[in-house]
Nanobody, 124 residues
Framework: QVQPVESGGGLVEAGDSLRLSCAASDTSFNYHAMGWFRRAPGRDHEFVAG????????DYADSVKGRFTISRDNVKNTVYLQMSGLKPEDTATYYCARARFTTTQRSKTEYDYWGQGTRVTVSS
């Protein structure tokens, strides 16, 4: 069973940085694009960033472009989301997901396995 495991969330102040990690216990991320989504209370999942396999291309939501960076370490079977210049509107639960394909995807329906999420809270 593929099970992405997120970590790195927390409570920070506006302008701070955080790095989220998403790890697999095996090589189940290989040959799959990966993505980060977030879900704020009362809202649907929102695409944040995606990275292709093996990692040459990345895609970002306009709301985070220039502030967030997605990367992957295929030896460690881990995907990262470096977040800087955090804003209160970034407050959400962040989810890592494995795409069905090697290319980046923005639709959550194109992802087959999801982690449990890690909470990020940004205070003003």
């Amino acid at each position: 069973q593929v099970q992405p495991v997120e970590s790195g969330g927390g409570l920070v102040e506006a302008g701070d940085s955080l790095r989220l990690s998403c790890a697999a216990s095996d090589t189940s991320f290989n040959y799959h694009a990966m993505g980060w989504f977030r879900r704020a209370p009362g809202r649907d999942h929102e695409f944040v960033a995606g990275i292709s396999w093996p990692g040459r291309k990345a895609d970002y939501a306009d709301s985070v472009k220039g502030r967030f960076t997605i990367s992957r370490d295929n030896v460690k079977n881990t995907v990262y989301l470096q977040m800087s210049g955090l804003k209160p509107e970034d407050t959400a639960t962040y989810y890592c997901a494995r795409a069905r394909f090697t290319t980046t995807q923005r639709s959550k329906t194109e992802y087959d396995y999801w982690g449990q999420g890690t909470r990020v809270t940004v205070s003003s």
